[in-house]
């Protein structure tokens, strides 16, 4: 069964400082697509970071970037300078070539003022 | 620039009752997905349909529940006979190409509550 796992439930941070959620996942697939989706309260999933898995380099999208450790089956996401506006629920998401979406079960991240 | 629109956003029904859900795609958008996401929990597949066609309901529980996609008009999901079980969020996603590359778009959901 693919899977994926997010370790930490909630996470808190001060603003301005940086923050890594960490994700692993378990797959046999050799070529998927790995994503951080963000779930403010608003409930609307946005797209925050994508990276293809046969792409050694990191994705980066402004404040935020990934840490693809594809061996490890692992792909931690930062966030730099923390903004109040980061305060969300954060999945962490594979989808394997032609296949849907297995996300996990979510990070709920506080940035505190 | 309109995304995927789901309505209602929110919706109750009494144990018995029927529920539809309807999903409007990204305009040029040609393959829906449906997803149910349980309290404190992540996103889970139901259903993917492209125009007039269920390609993949392996998600969907096998009574009760049912998708569509015609033509004309938006997706939706239809669950009959609702119990509290069903209590869920409910997001569409649409996309331009076919299941498992880029591009798709997620509606903001619609929260059912079985009372």
């Known amino acids: 069964a693919q899977t994926v796992t997010q370790s930490q439930p909630e996470m808190s941070v001060q603003e301005a400082e940086t923050v890594t959620l960490s994700c692993t996942y378990d797959t046999s697939e050799n070529n998927y697509y790995l994503f951080w989706y963000k779930q403010p309260p608003s409930r609307q999933m946005i797209l925050v970071i994508r990276?293809?898995?046969?792409?050694?380099q990191n994705a980066t999208e402004n404040r935020f970037s990934v840490n693809f450790q594809k061996a490890a089956k692992s792909f931690s996401l930062k966030i730099s300078d923390s903004q109040l506006g980061d305060t969300a629920m954060y999945f962490c998401?594979?989808?394997?070539?032609?296949?849907?979406?297995?996300f996990g079960p979510g990070t709920r991240l506080s940035v505190l003022p | 620039n309109a995304g995927v629109m789901q309505n209602p956003r929110h919706l109750v029904r009494r144990r018995g009752q029927e529920a539809r859900l309807r999903c409007s795609p990204v305009k040029g958008h040609s393959h829906v997905y449906w997803y149910r996401q349980l309290p404190e929990e992540g996103l889970k597949f139901m259903v993917y349909l492209q125009k007039e066609n269920i390609i993949d309901e392996s998600g969907m529980p096998k009574e009760r529940f049912s998708a569509e996609f015609p033509k004309e008009g938006p997706s939706i999901l239809r669950i009959q006979q609702v119990v509290r079980g069903d209590s869920a969020a409910y997001f569409c996603?649409?996309?331009?190409?076919?299941?498992?590359?880029?591009?798709?778009?997620f509606g903001s959901g619609t929260r059912l509550t079985v009372v």
């Open positions: 996603a649409s996309s331009p190409l076919e299941r498992g590359t880029y591009g798709y778009t």
């Open positions: 990276q293809e898995a046969y792409k050694q």
């Open positions: 998401a594979f989808m394997p070539y032609g296949q849907n979406f297995v």
